[in-house]
């Protein structure tokens, strides 16, 4: 499975992006994430969402004002960001899990996407 991401860019802090992330193949049966890694930083959780859409799981840096969704006959994940942020700044992957549910570990994920940049001004 192949995952293209796509809808960071530079905004100003308080303001909103909304990311997406493609599959080349259907990940119905499986959870799907967000995860982002800010320079000197390791890779974090951001959000994860169940197979179905139903369950939904967060970071606490990010609850209240980021929002994950999933659109399965299309293959795709997004990621609603409101009320960014400076600290919110990282390159922000999408991946697949393992398993069906809404996992928030790395390797609980078995493919990801090359990432896109999103930069919060201050």
């Known amino acids: 499975v192949q995952l293209q991401a796509s809808g960071g860019g530079l905004v100003q802090a308080g303001g909103s992006l909304r990311l997406s992330c493609a599959a080349s193949?259907?990940?119905?049966?499986?959870?799907m994430g967000w995860f982002r890694q800010a320079p000197g930083k390791e890779r974090e959780f951001v959000a994860a969402?169940?197979?179905?859409?139903?369950?939904?799981n967060y970071a606490d840096s990010v609850r209240g004002r980021f929002t994950i969704s999933r659109d399965n006959a299309k293959n795709t994940v997004y990621l609603q960001m409101n009320s960014l942020k400076p600290e919110d700044t990282a390159v922000y992957y999408c991946?697949?899990?393992?398993?069906?549910?809404?996992?928030?570990?790395?390797?609980?994920?078995?493919?990801w996407g090359q990432g896109t940049q999103v930069t919060v001004s201050s």
């Open positions: 991946a697949v899990g393992r398993y069906g549910s809404a996992r928030s570990g790395e390797n609980e994920y078995d493919y």
């Open positions: 969402i169940s197979w179905s859409g139903d369950s939904t």
């Open positions: 193949a259907s990940t119905f049966r499986y959870g």
